[in-house]
């Protein structure tokens, strides 16, 4: 059974910067593709990064390219989301997903979702 586990939210300023982390189990974590998507009170939920399973293609929304990096360790398992520059409007609950065709290309094929972490960036 596929867990994945998201740490590093919290409650930060405009303009300031987070790193969450998303810790996987129970799959060949090299071998799937990873992602990030978000949901703001309110809204429905909303692809933010993609990273393919070798880390060599990663995908971004428009609203976040240029200021949010994806990343990955295959070693641990995990992946990353850097996040600078925020903005009040990236406040939002960020989950964890992975999809087992290892591409991220298509948002449909992550089928496998984390808890969720909290993002609230302060004007």
């Known amino acids: 059974q596929v867990q994945l586990g998201e740490s590093g939210g919290g409650l930060v300023q405009a303009g300031g910067s987070l790193r969450l982390s998303c810790a996987a189990s129970?799959?060949?974590?090299?071998?799937?593709?990873m992602g990030w998507f978000r949901q703001a009170p309110g809204k429905e939920r909303e692809f933010v990064a993609a990273?393919?399973?070798?880390?060599?293609?990663?995908f971004y929304a428009d609203s976040v390219k240029g200021r949010f990096t994806i990343s990955r360790d295959n070693a641990k398992n995990t992946v990353y989301l850097q996040m600078n520059s925020l903005k009040p409007e990236d406040t939002a609950v960020y989950y964890c997903a992975a999809d087992d065709t290892g591409w991220g290309s298509r948002r449909s094929d992550f089928r496998s979702w984390g808890q969720g972490t909290q993002v609230t960036v302060s004007s």
């Open positions: 129970g799959l060949t974590f090299s071998t799937y593709a």
């Open positions: 990273i393919n399973w070798s880390g060599r293609s990663t």
